[in-house]
């Protein structure tokens, strides 16, 4: 046991220093992160002083600028897993990375976190960073923090494996960046990570709390605007229920596609 | 005991129509039409322990699919095979540890980082303990000279370098069968003889099973004692390399010196391709008339300073091979 645990923590060290291999990457993405936090910042200052409210949909201008640090900070730290398994099954590196001796979801799972295990961090510090300057300091007390570490850490996983289960498709389907494309902008919309659902049409936030995208971005977010052990519990617990079904559904996908798997090439 | 056993193993697979045009597109949205292409057909083989097998093939015929099944990535449409008793598509994992793929146009190792790197984490994933794992490192590093490159980030590496390195990765875990698909394309001379040499000292001294693909003569001439031939997904000839020389060899050339002037004898099968003053050379079509008759003719009335018997390269046999359709190839055996 002890062994098989080390074979993935080794592809996920050797994974980050690979990532390390470029460094100028990795800051070009913060870049990007700082841009938008910078963006929304004030358009939100705008807003919250237009509107002369110091709530809207009980946020406050530090709380909203918060909650889309995490949010950001979630969706552009995620590697693109799916491209990954896509091009190894159109140009057949399969046949490597298949043919080991560990469990090949796990093996690009380490291989994800290892490619996370950089540029998050480094995205959050930058987001906070800014954040702090523009809006204040959080709402939530720093021993909230590793709870709300926990819940990203599941809402990474659980876009690991949205997009594993997309990269399979592959094996049905000649590009699945059509598929991608459909997820990513559901969790933009739905899934909250540029408004909060509070914001939304009551209808609307009945839909999107029943769907898994809200765990990805708006369930961990919204720990930052309002921190309670209950919502925190429940956050947990509604991801580890989507990681479940979620993967289950990705395992019925790899199955049913490497029976089918025709590498090219051969 | 055959380490590999191969029978009846078949792979079809649909490949889609799609009929030219902007309505051919959209005809083939609704009503999508497939053709059956049959990679492999139904071949039956066994290869023994320590044996280095050649398996050559012009593109498409059916090589590389037979190699991934035997590795089990690919599912056989029919048939059976077990390579080390195991059932390949079924016991990938198990079969992993104790087997070793090698494809010369892919690489296992990480691109940004040294080979040292892929090397300690190929350890890790085939649950390899420190200290073995070290020392069989220490055996590959001297066999295959590749000390100067373990800390060299693999993109920087030559081809040449890379390959050492890649078929060091592969046989860290001390694979009982290697299966080696393309390992020298594109390498320069010198880089291939290194290759074709760490193959055979490895299998001489470790009895490791080698099955390697190659579309250059020179690997199968150099490296193998057997060799399959593929064509259409069907064997064509399962022999030893001699005996495809022979049984494919149509014509043989001799190139004689002389000790004075003379007359190249006419016999039938014999075409005089270089006549000078005091060397001859003369093509024997070897169905026509046997090699010994032509050599006591000679030896008989010319004065014969020098003789050397050439044949064919391995090469021309084998595209001759290819150029004949398998099934008449077959029958013609």
Known sequence: MRRRIQKYLAVLSVTTQSS????????ARCGFMAMVIFVFAQLWT???QLSGRSLVGGFDLARMVWYLVLTETIIMSCPRVFTKI???VKNGDLAYTLNRPYNYALFQYATYLGNAAL????NFLVGAGLA???AGPPRVAPVAWPAIAVCVILAISLNFVVELAIGLLAFWFEDTYAFFWIYQKTVFTLGGLFLPLDLFPTTLRRVAENLPFTAIAYGPARLTATFSEGLFLNTVATQLVWLLV????TVLIYRGGVRRLNVNGG | MAVVDVENLRKVYPVKRKQPGFLGSLRSLWQPTYNQITAVDAISFRIERGEVVGFVGPNGAGKSTTIKMLTGILFPTSGSARVLGLAPWLERQRLAFRIASVFGQRSQLWYHLPPSDSFALLARIYELDDRPFRERLGQLVERFGIAPYLDVPVRRLSLGERMRCEIAAALLHRPEVVFLDEPTIGLDVVAKQEIRGMVKALNADEEVTFLLTSHDAGDIEQVCRRVIVINHGAIVFD???????????RHKVIDLKLGREGEPPRLPGVTVRVAEAFRLRLEVDVDVQPIEKVIAELVSTLAVADLTIEEPPLEEIIAAIYAATGRSVAAGR
């Open chain 1, 86 to 88: 896509d091009q190894e």
């Open chain 1, 119 to 122: 540029v998050l961090p480094v």
């Open chain 1, 46 to 48: 705008t807003t919250f």
């Open chain 2, 239 to 249: 022999d030893s390399v001699t005996d495809l020389k022979r049984s494919f060899l």
């Open chain 1, 132 to 134: 702090y300057l523009l």
């Open chain 1, 246 to 249: 979620l993967g289950g559904a």
């Open chain 1, 20 to 27: 390390l291999a470029y460094p100028l990457d990795t800051f």
